[in-house]
């Protein structure tokens, strides 16, 4: 990539988190949010440890509207790069 991605979607399954937070480095991710779509309670810590607190919004059981709320944030340009 040549920059940094404005969204990230985090949607492996529990067992592949580490393996998947290996591949998609901070640098990837800037200052984008990142959400994760994993179900449980246990895996927005390993998420928040790899890309900051204040850039993760896991989406998964009642965590959703709550992502909802933080995925609007500022946009560097009129396009938006997803990763």
Do not use: W
Not at 36 to 45: M, Q, R
Not at 52 to 69: C, E, I, N, S, Y
Request: hydrophobic share 45%; proline share 7%.
């Amino acid at each position: 990539m040549r920059e940094p991605a404005d969204l990230c979607l985090v949607s492996v399954k529990h067992t592949a988190l580490d393996a998947a937070l290996e591949r998609i480095p901070p640098q990837a991710v800037g200052d984008g949010l990142v959400v994760s779509l994993l179900n449980g309670i246990e895996h927005p810590a390993a998420v928040r440890t790899c890309y900051g607190a204040r850039q993760v919004a896991p989406a998964g059981g009642l965590g959703r509207q709550r992502a909802l709320r933080a995925a609007r944030f500022p946009r560097r340009d009129a396009s938006v790069t997803l990763l």
